[in-house]
T-cell receptor
Framework: DAGVTQSPTHLIKTRGQQVTLRCSPK?????VSWYQQALGQGPQFIFQ???????QRGNFPDRFSGHQFPNYSSELNVNALLLGDSALYLC??????????????FGAGTRLSVL | AQKITQTQPGMFVQEKEAVTLDCTYD???????LFWYKQPSSGEMIFLIY??????QNATEGRYSLNFQKARKSANLVISASQLGDSAMYFC??????????????FGTGTRLQVFP
């Protein structure tokens, strides 16, 4: 049973560029969330996708956008990269159920460095 | 105000001993969930244990147990019989609100646990 997979594992970009990160959820999961984890900090919620729509969003600018495909996989896009966007980007998947624990399972992340 | 507070930046424990990692939370919502995750140096966040706000008993998962004190708003993780492989960052997280309304997790700043022989 494959867990959450993310690609690429590492990425180096320069300021002003655009980047796309990819995530395949755990088998059977239909919901994908994205988090940004700066060095020495806990993860910060970016947004969540369910049924191909953004269901909830954290306090991140519009430069951060996403997409969910019919197979539940997801992409995170960041435009006009800033030095401060350097971080570990974590994808988490869960199964959306009413009155459930909705435990999120995480991938190993994509480490983005902006120079 | 911090919604999740982990006051121990680092902890040391000897192999086979028990250790408690502290977590306090702040919410006015009666329905919430509390989670603990382990993050090794590889980066992946590994789910350890969950406690719902309405759960009557403290959660246990193998060597992990959660000391849930609702009135004090604390959810401390207890690891029994520590192993060298337990060395990692540990994060406490909260889902603020019922699960049908939100999946957003709010994380603390983490505690680095080091287990020595």
């Amino acid at each position: 049973d494959a867990g959450v997979t993310q690609s690429p594992t590492h990425l180096i970009k320069t300021r002003g560029q655009q980047v796309t990160l990819r995530c395949s959820p755990k088998s059977g999961h239909d919901t994908v969330s994205w988090y940004q984890q700066a060095l020495g900090q806990g993860p910060q919620f970016i947004f969540q996708y369910y049924e191909e729509e953004e269901r909830q969003r954290g306090n991140f600018p519009d430069r951060f956008s996403g997409h969910q495909f019919p197979n539940y996989s997801s992409e995170l896009n960041v435009n006009a990269l800033l030095l401060g966007d350097s971080a570990l980007y974590l994808c988490a998947s869960s199964l959306s159920q009413v009155l459930a624990k909705n435990i999120q399972y995480f991938g190993a992340g994509t480490r983005l460095s902006v120079l | 105000a911090q919604k999740i507070t982990q006051t121990q930046p680092g902890m040391f424990v000897q192999e086979k001993e028990a250790v408690t990692l502290d977590c306090t939370y702040d919410t006015s919502d009666p329905s919430y969930g509390l989670f603990w995750y382990k993050q090794p140096s590889s980066g992946e966040m590994i789910f350890l244990i969950y406690q719902g706000s309405y759960d009557q008993q403290n959660a246990t998962e193998g060597r992990y147990s959660l000391n849930f004190q609702k009135a004090r708003k604390s959810a401390n993780l207890v690891i029994s019989a520590s192993q060298l492989g337990d060395s990692a960052m540990y994060f406490c997280a909260m889902r603020e609100g019922p699960s049908y309304n939100t999946d957003k997790l709010i994380f603390g700043t983490g505690t680095r646990l080091q287990v020595f022989p």
